[in-house]
């Protein structure tokens, strides 16, 4: 999954279950992560972080914050068996 495609499936599950008051400065740092997974790991790495972040929006009623959005990059670089670099903003993730 490309980021653009990802980015689209967050902000659907964010106009549904959240709405848009206050969702500009995290979907900037959402799509930072997903920039950053692809750059690490690519599309599927991307495709399961997009998955966390939709399913949490969905399943909580909430937009995950930035440390948590973090935590579900590194995971999901790691799901695909990918390792993140020390220089990554996602090594102490």
Same mark, same amino acid.
């Given at each position: 999954m490309d980021v653009e495609t990802a980015l689209r499936e967050i902000d659907e599950a964010n106009a549904k279950h959240v709405g848009e008051e206050g969702y500009e400065r995290l979907r900037e740092e959402y799509e930072r992560g997903l920039r950053e997974v692809d750059g690490i790991a +690519? +599309?599927?790495?991307? =495709? =399961?972080?997009?998955?966390?972040?939709? +399913?949490?929006?969905?399943h909580h009623g909430d937009r995950p914050?930035?440390?948590?959005?973090?935590?579900?990059?590194?995971?999901?670089?790691?799901a695909v068996g990918g390792e993140v670099p020390a220089e990554s903003f996602l090594a102490n993730a």
């Open positions: +690519g +599309g599927a790495a991307v =495709e =399961e972080l997009c998955r966390h972040l939709a +399913g949490h929006i969905r914050p930035v440390p948590v959005a973090d935590l579900y990059a590194a995971a999901a670089v790691r």
